[in-house]
């Protein structure tokens, strides 16, 4: 068994039993039956997870609850943003710099309450590129983190700056010889994200109080606009689905040899 493959099937076991959570495929069963295991659960290995995101605010408002259920079972959580939101700090007289100290400020914020480390590319808001360059410095810097799983942008995002940092974050996995398990997360599905079709649920119910913070701890987004009517409606529908009263959704990008084979098949 390769690296890769013993990495994912850690993490599905980990979802289930560790996490306690819900890590379902539609095939998979329900809920109850899923959480029943917890109790005889063996201890797992402590994971490194990287969560990546093309702006601050992206990967806690996509996945800030799952985030904080990894840290609060004492594995590794990092934030990498690809930019510091230089376009974009709730006022248009602000320069780039000004922007950038603002958002840097609220992303630290952020990462403290989900017990993150904050780390930063050196892409600009708006003018992000996809390019050779931009690949090995990508690569490089998810590989020094040396995760164990990675969730990243849906590719189908309408910001550009989201699908440069899902198509980034795919190729790093590519020349890395998958070497990493790779999820990708929503944000704002029917807004922003299209096409989002779930392998895999986690129940954030317990911790949706502190994602909320971290959420509203970006204030240059206004978040309380967009929270009730967008983000909060998003984790009751993916709770609904998955059976629970929260949850937030992700795919499972698998491996060649994973992608084709169907439950209940030899």
Not at 86 to 102: C, H, N, R, V, Y
Request: net charge negative; charged share 25%.
């Amino acid at each position: 068994m390769n690296k890769a493959e013993s990495n994912r099937r850690n993490f599905l076991k980990f979802s289930t039993l560790a996490l306690g959570g819900l890590s379902l495929s539609p095939l998979n069963g329900s809920a109850s039956e899923t959480s029943n295991l917890t109790t005889s659960a063996p201890e797992e290995k402590k994971l490194n997870i990287l969560c990546i995101g093309a702006h601050p605010g992206d990967p806690e408002f996509g996945c800030g609850g799952t985030m904080a259920r990894y840290s609060d079972e004492g594995h590794q959580v990092s934030f990498l943003y690809l930019t510091r939101g230089e376009a974009w700090a709730g006022d248009p007289t602000l320069s780039f710099d000004q922007a950038a100290k603002i958002r840097t400020k609220e992303a630290e914020a952020s990462c403290k309450i989900l017990n993150a480390k904050a780390l930063f590319a050196s892409q600009i808001d708006d003018h992000t590129e996809l390019n050779k360059k931009r690949v090995e410095e990508m690569t490089n810097l998810i590989l020094s983190v040396n995760p164990d799983l990675v969730f990243t942008q849906w590719p189908l995002d309408s910001h550009m700056d989201h699908q440069v940092t899902a198509c980034l974050t795919y190729t790093a996995w590519i020349k890395s010889e998958q070497k990493f398990d790779l999820y990708y997360y929503e944000v704002d599905t029917g807004s922003e994200t299209v096409g989002f079709t779930p392998t895999d649920y986690v129940d954030i119910t317990d911790v949706r109080d502190r994602k909320k913070a971290a959420m509203f701890a970006h204030q240059s987004q206004g978040p309380e606009k967009i929270y009730d009517t967008d983000f909060k409606a998003m984790e009751d529908f993916r709770g609904l689905e998955a059976g629970v009263k929260a949850a937030e959704a992700f795919v499972h990008f698998k491996t060649k040899t994973k992608r084709a084979t169907i439950q209940g098949l030899k």
